[in-house]
Nanobody, 119 residues
Framework: QVQLVESGGGLVQAGGSLRLSCAAS????????MAWYRQAPGKQRELVAT???????NYAESVKGRFTISRDNAKNTVYLQMNSLKPEDTAVYYC?????????????WGQGTLVSVSS
C-alpha cells in the first residue's frame, strides 16, 4: 500500500489560510484518486475534497469556494489550500489514496495533521 505523509497543519486565526500537503510513496501516483478528509473532536470523519486520476474535483458543501484541492503528479503530492478558515474547520485532516477503479475502502491513510482555527 502507498504510504502518505501529511504536513502543513497548525494554528491560525479565523479568516486566515493554510496549505496542507500530502506526499505519496508510489511510482504510479497519477493512477490514484486522492482525497482529504477531516475529523473534528466528537464527530465522524467526513470527506472534504477529492481529486480523481482523470482530473475531476469535488468538494463538501461546507468548504466550496474556500478550499482548493490540487495535485502535482511529478512530485507525487496532493495539496489542500484552505482560505477564509472558520473555527468549525478545526479538525485533524487526513490524506487518503486509492487506485482509480478500486474501492476507496482498500485505500491508504496518512497519519493526519491538526488544523486549529481560533475565533
Amino acid at each position: 500500500q502507498v504510504q502518505l505523509v501529511e504536513s502543513g497543519g497548525g494554528l491560525v486565526q479565523a479568516g486566515g489560510s493554510l496549505r496542507l500537503s500530502c506526499a505519496a510513496s508510489t511510482n504510479t501516483f497519477s493512477r490514484y484518486v486522492m482525497a482529504w478528509y477531516r475529523q473534528a473532536p466528537g464527530k465522524q470523519r467526513e470527506l472534504v475534497a477529492t481529486f480523481t486520476s482523470g482530473g475531476s474535483t469535488n468538494y463538501a458543501e461546507s468548504v466550496k469556494g474556500r478550499f482548493t484541492i490540487s495535485r502535482d503528479n511529478a512530485k507525487n503530492t496532493v495539496y489542500l489550500q484552505m482560505n477564509s478558515l472558520k473555527p468549525e474547520d478545526t479538525a485533524v485532516y487526513y490524506c487518503h489514496a486509492h487506485l482509480a477503479g478500486a474501492t476507496s475502502m482498500a485505500g491508504s491513510w496518512g497519519q493526519g495533521t491538526l488544523v486549529s482555527v481560533s475565533s
